[in-house]
């Protein structure tokens, strides 16, 4: 591996664990407010939700800028894995998520209940957060899948 | 595509990794490129060309 890409990695590891850090931190923070002044953690509680949005765009900038600096330090074949992975592991993937799209169309869905794997909620944007959650899970295991497939066959 | 970089390289009596180093690759994309399981982007193939000091066309062939 490129020596650049090397301290990338490490800078990655670095501000994750500060990202974790200020995150560990700022639920600490809410977390005693809430325990010794509720009054005032209810008045701020729009700007934990401003603060975590904030938090996950910042996150995602990184997570491209990242992206688009690995992308331009790898070479074209390990470039090419990824686009191969990318189409025939992400795209493919999302092929597998129609079968479920198309059950819930049908009345006979109407009554099943899905299960309360976040965070043991079953409001709905708990609900849209467990499909976005499988949708990612789901491209992100067609993604390796594809990439792994790809360097096996040129190994 | 065919090509005779496993030969040239050895030739030279280059490791892959030499060769990766040279053409600024990995070296599991100059093992995919010798296996012919890579076809290399026109760049690349200029720069094979440069490195072995030969034309293209007497490296890569249909």
Request: no cysteine; glycine share 12%; hydrophobic share 55%.
């Amino acid at each position: 591996m490129q020596p650049k890409l090397k301290r990338l990695l490490a800078w990655v590891f670095l501000g994750g664990l500060a990202a974790g850090l200020v995150a560990g931190m700022a639920g600490f923070g809410v977390g005693y407010l809430s325990a010794s002044r509720p009054e005032v953690a209810e008045r701020i509680a729009v700007f934990e939700v401003i603060g975590f949005g904030l938090f996950g765009l910042i996150g995602a900038v990184v997570g491209l800028w990242v992206s688009i600096y690995w992308m331009r330090a790898i070479d074209e074949a390990a470039r090419e894995a990824h686009k191969a992975a990318w189409f025939w592991g992400g795209a493919g993937a999302l092929l597998f998520g129609l079968p479920l799209l198309l059950i819930a169309t049908l009345p006979q869905t109407a009554t099943w209940s899905l299960p309360d794997w976040f965070y043991g909620r079953s409001d709905p944007i708990a609900h849209a957060a467990l499909g976005a959650g499988g949708l990612l899970v789901l491209m992100l295991a067609g993604y390796t899948v594809a990439w792994g497939w790809w360097w096996f066959r040129r190994r | 595509m065919n090509n005779r970089l496993k030969v040239l390289r050895a030739e030279r009596d280059w490791s892959q990794a030499h060769l990766a180093e040279l053409l600024g690759v990995s070296r599991q994309t100059v093992n995919a490129l010798e296996t012919g399981r890579y076809d290399p982007s026109l760049p690349l193939a200029f720069k094979i060309a440069r490195v072995f000091e030969q034309p293209i066309e007497s490296i890569f062939s249909e």
